[in-house]
Every structure is written in structure tokens, then in C-alpha cells.
């Protein structure tokens, strides 16, 4: 075994002294899939994994592994395998069958085909340096569809399943696309009628606001109304008031002053007997005049002149005033004290007519 293998080129060697394997220093590709061979046909006798998932699936899972071979360490493969395809089947084969074994253990079947690419990543990290040991350097792991073996039959069934439930999740964001497309043309519908009524929406709010200002306005002035009907009537309650207190104040005092007047005449006829007696016969006079009434008779019966004989009604009144009986109860008569407002109103025309006497007096 040479330790320094021999670079691409032509040489002169003995075919019967040694053997030269051939050893790929490019990328070459292994594929487990039976339907597929590479070009070095490393890989004819690969085919796909087979898995136990962890919900009792069994899938048939590809692989495709990216490996390259350094030319200085190609002495060392092929000291310790012979050559590159019993590497590949005694090694690479059980290897990788094992790795994707334990990985599909701890996935569901959905798992497995979801995770893919976080599978393949973690594949590639992990089985890196497991190649490094046989001086194999790993490049790319791929891994592809899991597909339903002769033991197991519902993957099929799955698949369609998914597929069923990924069309029906790309329907329900069609649906809803379409919803939402619909509510945007309605309310571009909305908008454009509303564009075109804005003339009309404009003179309605218009109006709205005009009437709501002659509302305003019409209150306002119903309140100025009423404030004006309180107010008149405030004043004619208050003319009122004063009207009747200067009509009472006016009787008081034309009552005290016809009291004074009285009093004047009674002291200036000598007494309430006299004045009275005046004002018997004054009012007796004036009801004769005004009923026609014969004061003589025109015929006397009899002509005696004593106590039995027949006297007119103006005798019998007359004799009557000029009897002590009348002249008694006038002068027992009592009047009663005057009241206190009597007595001021008393005093002050007292005040006036003594000053206008005075005032005549003084001219004279």
C-alpha cells in the first residue's frame, strides 16, 4: 500500500506487481433508493430506510449523502475497507440506517414530514463527524418523502389527509380573502354613493343646523318673552300695590279730614246735640224736596191745640229733637278712642291748616 496515492495523470506500472484502485477525490453522491444509482455505482446495492415511527407507522424514507474523499487520505480508505463500495455497504449503509431509525422512533409519521428540515440539518451536524472517523468527509445530507411500504398502507391515506386539510386551510384564507375583498368593495360602493349624495348630505346636515339654530333662537326668544311677561307683571302687581296703599292712604285721610271737619262743627255749633239736630233736619229737608211730600197739610181736622189734638210730622220731629230724651243720649254719648294712624293723619292736617293760616295772616 502506497502511503502517497497517485494524482490523476498517466504512469508506467507493472499490472502484474500491484493493482490500482480507483478512488473518486470529487463529491460523489450516495443515494438510498434502489430506483437510482450514481455514476461510480457505489450505491447499487442501497435502498430506502425503512422506519417504525412513533405513531406505528412504517415508512420507506430516501436518502441522498453528499461525501468527498481527500486524495491524501484516499491510502487510508482503501488500507482499511479494500475500496470505497465495500465502505459504503459495510459501513455507510448500517450507519446511516440506524441514525434515521432512532430519528423516526421519536417522530409521528406528521412530525417526520413536517420536521424535515430541521431533521436534515441536525442529521447533517451530528453524522459529520461519525464520517470524519472513516477519513470520509460528509458535505450534505437530503432527505426526501416518506413513502408507504408493502407493511404498512394508511401513509397513503395520511398523505391525502394532509393534503385534504392543506386545502381546506388555503380555502379558509381564500374565503377570507374574499371576505375581505367583499367588505372592501362595499365600502367602496358606500363610498362613491356617498361621493355622489355629498351634495345632498351636505344641504341636509345644513339644514340641520339652521333648524337647530332657529330652535335655539325661538327658545331664547320664548324665554326673553317670558322674562318680559314676569317683569310686566311684576310691575302692575307693584302699581297695583301702590295704587291701592295711596287709594287707602287717600281714604284715611279724606276720612280723617271729614272726622276733623265734623269735630270743627260740632265744637262751632256748641255741641254733638246741635250738630246733630242740623244734620237731622238738612237730610230730612232734602228727602221732602226730593219726594214732593206736603210738609202743612192743605186740610186740619179739629182745632185744638192741646195734647190730644193732631199734629203734622214735622211738629212731632221737631219736637222730638228738641226733647231733653234726645238731647240726654247725645250727651251721653261716648266716642271711641281714634287709632294710631287716624291720630298722625289728624296731626299732621292739624300741622297744614294751622300753617296755611298762619301763612294767610301773614300776607294780610
Known amino acids: 500500500m502506497w502511503s502517497a496515492p497517485l494524482l490523476p495523470g498517466k504512469y508506467a506500472f507493472n499490472t502484474y506487481a500491484g493493482k490500482v484502485v480507483m478512488v473518486p477525490t470529487t463529491n460523489f453522491i ?14 447499487e446495492n442501497l435502498t430506502e430506510v425503512s422506519l417504525i415511527t412513533k405513531d ?5 424514507l430516501p436518502l441522498s449523502v453528499v461525501v468527498h474523499i481527500d486524495y491524501r487520505k484516499a491510502p487510508l480508505v482503501v488500507q482499511r475497507f479494500g475500496d470505497v463500495k465495500k465502505l459504503v455497504e459495510q459501513t455507510l449503509d448500517p450507519m446511516v440506517a440506524a441514525y434515521f431509525k432512532n430519528i423516526g422512533q421519536t417522530k409521528t409519521l406528521i412530525q417526520l414530514l413536517q420536521d424535515r428540515s430541521e431533521i436534515q440539518r441536525m442529521a447533517g451536524q451530528e453524522m459529520r463527524d461519525k ?10 445530507v437530503l432527505i426526501g418523502t416518506p413513502a408507504s411500504s408493502n407493511a404498512d398502507t394508511h401513509i397513503d391515506e395520511i398523505l391525502t389527509q394532509l ?24 365600502e367602496l360602493r358606500e363610498a362613491e354613493s356617498r ?3 355629498q351634495p345632498r348630505l351636505t344641504q341636509s346636515e345644513l339644514g340641520i343646523v339652521v333648524q337647530a339654530n332657529e330652535g335655539r333662537a325661538q327658545s331664547e326668544l320664548a324665554k326673553q318673552k317670558a322674562e318680559q311677561i314676569r317683569a310686566l307683571a311684576e310691575a302692575e302687581a307693584q302699581r297695583v300695590r301702590l295704587m291701592a296703599d295711596a287709594e287707602a292712604e287717600r281714604a284715611a285721610r279724606v276720612g280723617v279730614a271729614e272726622a276733623l271737619a265734623i269735630e270743627e262743627q260740632v265744637r262751632a255749633y256748641g255741641g254733638p246735640k246741635l250738630q246733630l239736630t242740623q244734620r237731622v233736619l238738612t237730610r230730612f229737608s232734602e228727602a ?12 186740619v181736622v179739629g182745632g185744638g191745640q192741646g195734647k190730644e189734638g193732631t199734629g203734622t210730622v214735622l211738629d212731632s220731629l221737631l219736637a222730638l229733637l228738641l226733647s231733653e230724651k234726645v238731647g240726654g243720649e247725645a250727651g251721653h254719648f261716648v266716642a271711641r278712642p281714634p287709632g294710631e294712624l287716624a291720630t298722625q ?8 291748616v294751622n300753617g296755611e293760616a298762619t301763612s294767610e295772616r301773614g300776607k294780610s
Open 345 to 352: 293723619l289728624r296731626a299732621e292736617l292739624r300741622r297744614r
Open 288 to 299: 221732602i224736596e226730593k219726594s214732593g211730600v206736603d210738609v202743612v197739610p192743605r186740610v
Open 163 to 186: 393534503r385534504a386539510r392543506q386545502i381546506a386551510a388555503e380555502q379558509i384564507e381564500t374565503y377570507g380573502q374574499q371576505q375581505r375583498a367583499a367588505v372592501k368593495e362595499r
Open 30 to 43: 450516495l443515494k438510498w433508493n434502489k430506483r437510482e444509482v450514481g455514476s461510480h455505482r457505489f450505491d
Open 56 to 60: 406505528a407507522f412504517e415508512p420507506s
Open 131 to 140: 464520517f470524519g472517523h472513516y477519513n470520509l468527509e460528509l458535505e450534505e
Open 195 to 197: 361621493a355622489s349624495e
